[in-house]
Nanobody, 123 residues
Framework: QPRLAESGGGLVQVGGSLTLSCEVS????????LGWFRQAPGKEREFVGS????????NYIDSAKGRFTISRGNGRNTYSLQMTGLKPEDTAVYYC????????????????WGQGTQVTVSS
């Protein structure tokens, strides 16, 4: 069963940048879709974006397009979420998640999750 672990959260000022990483402990990522979600206090968990490991194709929520980039990391089983132009509304706990199969934006379809990392954007 895959295990995921995020790193890289923290406090950043409005307009700043931050990169989150997720390490996936799995035999192979070849059939996996790897996602990033976030959850702000009092709100539902929200899809941010995902990458299909086999071909590198990505998908983003509209508010992330042009500001966030998901890519395969330097490590064998890592991927990252590079965030630029951060806004106060980006403040949330960010989770990496994985599924085997087709891309999805629904948290319920991702059976494997990291523990979450806090991102706080101060104005």
């Amino acid at each position: 069963q895959p295990r995921l672990a995020e790193s890289g959260g923290g406090l950043v000022q409005v307009g700043g940048s931050l990169t989150l990483s997720c390490e996936v402990s799995a035999r192979t990522l070849n059939w996996m879709v790897l996602g990033w979600f976030r959850q702000a206090p009092g709100k539902e968990r929200e899809f941010v974006g995902s990458i299909t490991w086999s071909d590198g194709s990505t998908n983003y929520i509209d508010s992330a397009k042009g500001r966030f980039t998901i890519s395969r990391g330097n490590g064998r089983n890592t991927y990252s979420l590079q965030m630029t132009g951060l806004k106060p509304e980006d403040t949330a706990v960010y989770y990496c998640a994985a599924l085997y199969g087709r891309p999805s934006t629904t948290p319920h379809n991702f059976p494997y999750w990291g523990q979450g990392t806090q991102v706080t954007v101060s104005s």
